[in-house]
């Protein structure tokens, strides 16, 4: 019964999840601040204790699969792979890098380019198709996530003036990681549970990490961490990473990636109100800005009506006992 009314909303699942991920400016700011002067060596340094906290966590959840690891082929091995080192991994040492320019709204912004790649491989890959009134509401919820991110969409060019190239580049590279991840997952999710994919996702991406951080900054790479930032990294690791990828992959469960990366787009709302009033306050949300969640809120609710009219959610073959 629980299952049946977790699939009917099951792209309002993957909108919450995404709105937990717009929290993680909240512990990521000053974490940043707190380590190595070398923004890739940060980055690396924040994404990789994430991680070690995430894996260390996931262990029961890994033990409890053993059986059902077994069950896996090649090629879903190599698209979990893909998860945890491309999108959990570097996409997330990517969107970290672009975040310690400062210009945290802009960063945001170019997420939403993530649909436009998640999409297009949805499409090639797994062969789906979005239903006639999800392409309608799809341009809708586009300009829903603009407003949020755009406080004068009359006068965007204010909100870019002064930032940098590389620092979008790196966020457009963390985008099309992340919007290939959600067709990954979609996949890999026909033969594992959720809190598996979940638990894989960190464990593949933590050793390339590892690499990564030992690569550019040698063993002391490992030793710049502070105890008292240890709430933080919790805080990272368990709100926005864990509890917010294990809605999201259960959502996913029952959502075509194509409709998945669309619900991803209600990332901005909880993302720019910390920004705004947490992160970097003193400012203030506009009208337009209201008005873009509302817009985005009534597209994810629609969407979510396309969805409960698709075939019922992916579900993993029995596991042996």
């Given at each position: 019964m629980l299952d049946r009314l977790i699939d009917r909303f099951a792209v309002v699942l993957v909108a919450v999840a995404?709105?937990?991920?717009?929290?993680?400016?909240?512990?990521?700011?000053?974490l940043l601040t707190h380590l190595s002067s070398n923004r890739l060596q940060q980055s690396v340094q924040l994404v990789f204790m994430e991680h070690l906290i995430l894996v260390i966590a996931c262990l029961p959840l890994l033990w409890r699969a053993r059986r059902e690891l077994r069950r896996l082929n090649a090629t879903q091995w190599w698209s979990i792979a893909a998860i945890g080192v491309g999108a959990s991994a570097l996409a997330t040492v990517l969107f970290t890098i672009s975040f310690g320019y400062g210009h945290f709204i802009e960063t945001l912004l170019l997420q939403k380019a993530q649909p436009l790649f998640a999409i297009l491989l949805a499409t090639i890959w797994l062969r789906?198709?979005?239903?006639?009134?999800?392409?309608?509401?799809?341009?809708?919820?586009?300009?829903?996530?603009?407003?949020?991110?755009?406080?004068?969409?009359?006068?965007?060019?204010?909100?870019?003036?002064?930032?940098?190239?590389?620092?979008?580049?790196?966020?457009?590279?963390?985008?099309?990681?992340?919007?290939?991840a959600?067709?990954?997952?979609?996949f890999a999710?026909?033969?594992?549970?959720?809190?598996?994919?979940?638990?894989?996702?960190?464990?593949?991406?933590?050793p390339a990490l590892a690499?990564?951080?030992?690569?550019?900054?040698?063993?002391?790479?490992?030793?710049?961490?502070?105890?008292?930032?240890?709430p933080l990294y919790l805080g990272l690791a368990l709100l926005p990473g864990g509890l917010g990828l294990l809605l999201y992959y259960r959502g996913l469960a029952s959502t075509p990636a194509s409709l998945a990366t669309l619900a991803e787009l209600a990332f901005p709302i909880t993302g720019v109100?910390?920004?705004l009033y947490?992160?970097?306050?003193?400012?203030?949300?506009?009208?337009?800005?209201?008005?873009?969640?509302?817009?985005?809120?009534?597209?994810?609710?629609?969407?979510?009506?396309?969805?409960?009219?698709?075939?019922?959610r992916?579900?993993?073959?029995?596991?042996?006992?």
């Amino acid at each position: 019964m629980l299952d049946r009314l977790i699939d009917r909303f099951a792209v309002v699942l993957v909108a919450v999840a995404a709105m937990l991920w717009g929290t993680d400016a909240l512990f990521r700011a000053p974490l940043l601040t707190h380590l190595s002067s070398n923004r890739l060596q940060q980055s690396v340094q924040l994404v990789f204790m994430e991680h070690l906290i995430l894996v260390i966590a996931c262990l029961p959840l890994l033990w409890r699969a053993r059986r059902e690891l077994r069950r896996l082929n090649a090629t879903q091995w190599w698209s979990i792979a893909a998860i945890g080192v491309g999108a959990s991994a570097l996409a997330t040492v990517l969107f970290t890098i672009s975040f310690g320019y400062g210009h945290f709204i802009e960063t945001l912004l170019l997420q939403k380019a993530q649909p436009l790649f998640a999409i297009l491989l949805a499409t090639i890959w797994l062969r789906e198709r979005i239903s006639s009134q999800a392409v309608v509401w799809v341009p809708i919820a586009l300009i829903g996530a603009y407003l949020i991110v755009i406080p004068d969409p009359l006068h965007p060019e204010q909100a870019w003036a002064d930032f940098s190239v590389l620092a979008g580049l790196f966020a457009l590279a963390a985008a099309a990681l992340w919007g290939s991840a959600t067709v990954f997952g979609r996949f890999a999710l026909a033969n594992v549970r959720f809190t598996t994919l979940t638990a894989l996702r960190f464990t593949f991406g933590l050793p390339a990490l590892a690499i990564v951080l030992l690569l550019v900054g040698g063993l002391a790479g490992f030793t710049q961490y502070r105890p008292s930032d240890l709430p933080l990294y919790l805080g990272l690791a368990l709100l926005p990473g864990g509890l917010g990828l294990l809605l999201y992959y259960r959502g996913l469960a029952s959502t075509p990636a194509s409709l998945a990366t669309l619900a991803e787009l209600a990332f901005p709302i909880t993302g720019v109100l910390v920004n705004l009033y947490l992160v970097t306050p003193r400012q203030s949300i506009t009208s337009w800005q209201v008005a873009g969640i509302v817009i985005l809120w009534v597209a994810l609710a629609a969407l979510d009506y396309a969805n409960a009219r698709k075939p019922a959610r992916l579900q993993p073959e029995p596991v042996p006992a």
